[in-house]
């Protein structure tokens, strides 16, 4: 049985794609390399003519271990539940390998295999473990339908040697029975079983309702498990944890001036959320502040700034989203902002102390809008875009309890040869103003960032940050880190001193599309950096970022390992965008657009429909009169429609009850029109819970029921006679006859108490 | 046709792990999690529809497994179709339903065939669509007598093993369970029934033995050995010798059941042991019936005490049986009705051999009639018919023909042990 002999080896596949799986999520080679050799070789271990399995009791031992081995784990890495779940679930599954497999331990090697899929998803949402899972689902379902006929077989065959007694030596070994071309309607079954399969998971999975039991039982997730690339409100260094790049096509931004597209210098830092309070643990927030209310209708444009205030280099900003985006949003842009115009009614709040505008929470959908800045203000500008001088401290500023920033920003300056605080700009002539000396000072710092032995990555998912405040840690220990553990040390240093300083967090425009002159955004090109104050209101953009780690994609070069590594980030992107990120917005986005689509569908074929019949009734020329008779017509067709089906149904069950498959012609309509009522017979006989068995003969099932139901069993017997006569006799049945067998039925009927 | 769906551990199983995960999925909002609830979910569901559709499209029919004997396995065949026309059907299991004794049929003291052997399924890996396959279920009688059998029982646990449906059609039938056959020790037949005058008898008619019977004309095909010269030189024609026909030896058995259960001296009050002896009687008379007719005998049974008319002396396959079915259907617990001697016919010449449970009573009519007992049994029989011989790896009875030994029968996977391949040693 080829079928069945495939079974141990699809197995065991499975369970080896698992552990790839988990080590996958984990992200850890080692434990790939040393799990990995010790499943693949359990298999020439165990299995074949000279295969040996663990005994009983030794793999009870090897489990206590592994249970024991599970409390040490948890101990030393307490704030990883599932890493500690995942690894007790593979060292039992290697356990499992090693020990002499029935159906019910491959039972439960199939569920630790499950376990330990679903301990990765916990763990991880790369695109790699997405295709190793879709992978695993694929092919479990396959080994699953497998199973069944493994476990059946074994069944049998054990109950078949049970009951034999121990003397009798002669029973022959069970084969199982099969039709014909087993294997080829197996594999149809499997593939229609799995393409069903596939069609309503991913119903479940679309329709599924998000947020709904969020956090119900506390956090299960790794630290930092599947955080990817992009736009946060606030900026929280304690995650640690992994952050994926991903390449998923957020918006496309064109910049034009005087209604000509430009292209822009630098790469382009776009504005999302300006965060000005430290809350301590290296996070940045931006809290509630006084905002105005724009009121936006489509086409239409606002100022933040009073018209009349004298206008400097205008730029505008014409953003369109890959996908209509809905919910509080920030409205991307250079600085300055000055007014904005969007493509919906929305309600757009500008905030003047952080110069940054954004969407109200109930935003529905918007798929592009425009934004108009100044990058370098008139002060007229400054002063209408901001409500207040910037202030030289605060409260919300970063708090160096033990003085080391401060320390390490006055070292710097003072290598640098600068002051170490704002001087006095009478005396020193270096200085045009103290924003000036902000300016330098800030200079300095950024340069040490970006030149000094700081590492850029966005792995850390093994720091530890102790009692230290990341942004110490980062500066004096570990010294390594994403954008935002740059901006936020960038800031510190400056706040350090009395510079005003704060986090911004948006995009970074890089990658530029001549075909369509505007710049391409991804989720990568999430950035982070920082605004210093350079005058009573303005602010200016420093990047503490190593600018050769900037996140962005590297000019196409034409090259196969270019392109391969292009189709991979939009996969990555897609796989981020679609499935990882996929949440109630996109629910109800899909849902807006299922809705929209249908009911564009349905007008446009109610239109089309009123079209057609006011055609018809301009033909005719009857007048309104004309639509009533096209209603009764359609009405008398659909009518027709029912009956001609019903009609051909009943020709078909008559014609496979009566096993009429082989008379052709006018004796085959003769049999179609006469025996119909031997089909009645036998409905209203399982209706009324006297169904007669294919197998047997109608006189004998007549004589069968003759003691339960006499009466009924002399009109069946009535029946058949006339039935016999119809099928088999040599001249046409009377009509009478046929009359009296109908009569009869509706009597069976009515005795029986059934509808015909 | 009732369609039944029930518990069913490994869907208890799989439900808690669903709600597990879907408890996961919702406290983390993680999507792959969602995606993998929806799988689960997914094949739950496939296997509710399918399981249904299967179940509908599927009929099974027992076919008459005739008889089986007790010791040896009785294989009933399913004939499972698939009347679908695109859907092949997989992972069938049919099962018989207990009998509710007495409600079969109206068949007053019908007895349940889980009374006479215990419960076996059949299974069906696959049928596809439009095709018909035969399931095999081997039973192994414990008792004799006669089995009802009222309802099949057919489930499905595919495609997932989630589910478990079963459906349940009536077909009543009715077989019978021999009892326990004996392979007899050699010469046993030989001491009861010596093939001399009594056993042995020559046809008053011709045939084509060796003794002298007469003379006759020659007819055209008549073989020249056959022609008696010395007659044909004497009247210038010729003639023909005509020889005797051969008659078998003749036997009948009587069992002799008139004592009833319970005053059966030799048990001691012990109504098991007393019953033990009786059945031990009874195999050991079908045991001599089978031994005589593979030797050639013609055989008669009578049954004295119990509702069961003589058995004439005659040998053929239909008689054989209809002498093992009569034996089947003993029924011990009636009243044993008292026995004329003359219900065993003085004039019949034939041997005689008489069983009884415990103590003989013997014949005043026939002086030189056989008489055994059950305890005899244990001495008499060599092991069970188409049992191997015990501690022997892989052995097996080999079958031989024209020594006509007692051929213990290979159980194949289609075939039943019948009485005719044993006779002619043919293992199916």
Known sequence: MRLLRSFPALAFALVLLSIAGLCAAQRSVGLLLVAGTLAAISWSVTEGPRGRTLPRWVSNILVIGVCLNVFRDLMQNSADVMGVLGRFTLLLTLVKLYERRHARDYAQLLMLSLVLMITGCMQSSDLIFGVVLLLYVVLGLYVLLLYQMHAAYEQARDSRNASIPADYRLAPPLKPIIGRHLGLHFRLASVAIGLMGVLLSVGVFVGFPRGFGADLLGTLNAPGAGREAGFSWEVNLATGGRINASAARVFTVQFTEDDRPIRMSEPVYLRGAVLDRYEGGGRWTSPEARTRRYRMTSGRSERVTPSGIESGRTIAQHVTFTRAVGGEMPLFSIYAPTGMAMDTTVDVLYDPRRQALRTTKDTRRVVGYTVRAQPEPSLGTQRAITDQIIPAGGPDWFVDREGRVEGLARQLLAEAGLPDRTPSFDRDDRFSNAWDWNRRATEVFENYLQNSDFKYTLDLSDVRFGSDDPIVNFLFEDRRGNCEYFASALAALCQSVAIPSRVVVGFLAQQYDESTQQYVVMEGNAHAWVEIAVAPHMWKAYDGTPAADLPSLTEDDGTLAQAVRSMYSRFEGNWSTQVVGFDTGAQERLIDSFSQGWSRRLSSLLTSIRGGMESVNNFFNVGPGGYIWMGIVALALVIAIIALARLMRRSMAIRRTLHLQHLRGSEYRRMLAQLGFYLDMLRVLERGGLAKPEWRPPMLHAAAITVAAPEPARLVRDITVVFYEARYGLEPIEGRRLDQARGDVRRLADLLRTPI | ?428
């Open chain 2, 1 to 428: 046709m009732l369609q039944r769906l029930r518990p069913y551990l490994p869907g208890l199983i799989y439900l808690g792990l669903t709600i597990l995960v879907a408890l996961a999925a919702m406290n983390n909002q993680n999507n792959l999690l969602f995606w993998i609830l929806g799988v689960l979910v997914a094949a739950a569901i496939l296997s509710l529809t399918l399981a249904t559709l299967v179940l509908r499209c599927t009929q099974v029919r027992r076919l008459d497994p005739h008889y089986g004997a007790v010791g040896e396995p009785l294989i009933i065949r399913y004939a499972v179709t698939n009347r679908s026309r695109w859907m092949s059907v997989f992972n069938i299991h049919v099962s018989e339903q207990p009998l509710h004794e007495g409600k079969a049929g109206n068949v007053a003291n019908a007895v349940g065939w889980q009374r006479l052997m215990k419960p076996a399924s059949a299974w069906v890996m696959h049928t596809g669509p439009g095709e018909m396959v035969h399931g095999e279920a081997m039973f192994w009688p414990l008792a004799r007598g006669e089995a009802t059998f009222d309802r099949v029982c057919i489930h499905t646990n595919f495609p997932f093993g989630v589910l478990r449906r079963s459906k349940v059609i009536s077909q009543p039938q009715h077989t019978l369970i021999y009892p326990m056959l004996y392979e007899l020790r050699r010469g046993l037949l030989a001491s009861i029934a010596p093939m001399g005058l009594i056993g042995s008898k020559i046809a008053h008619h011709a045939g084509a033995g060796d003794d002298y019977f007469g003379l006759r004309e020659f007819r055209p095909g008549d073989s020249m050995r056959h022609i008696s010269w010395k007659r044909t030189a004497r009247i210038d024609q010729l003639v023909t010798v005509e020889r005797t026909s051969p008659a078998p030896a003749k036997l009948r058995v009587v069992l002799d059941l008139t004592v009833s259960t319970d005053k059966l001296p030799g048990a001691a009050g012990d109504a098991s042991k007393a019953r033990a002896m009786e059945e031990k009687a009874i195999s050991l008379a079908a045991s001599i019936v089978h031994a005589a007719d593979l030797e050639g005998f013609e055989v008669g049974l009578t049954a004295l005490g119990v509702h069961s008319p003589p058995i004439a002396v005659r040998r053929n396959q239909w008689h054989f049986h209809k002498m093992m079915a009569a034996l089947a259907q003993i029924d011990l617990d009636r009243a044993r009705q008292t026995a004329a001697p003359l219900s065993v016919r003085d004039a019949e010449r034939v041997a005689l051999v008489m069983i009884a449970p415990d103590r003989i009573q013997p014949l005043a009519s026939r002086q030189n009639a056989a008489y055994l007992t059950a305890a005899q049994l244990d001495t008499l029989a060599v092991r069970p018919l188409g049992w191997g011989e015990a501690a022997i790896g892989e052995s097996r009875l080999t079958t031989d023909d024209s020594s006509r030994r007692y051929a213990a029968t290979s159980i194949g996977q289609s075939s039943i042990v019948t009485r005719q391949s044993s006779m002619e040693g043919a293992a199916a």
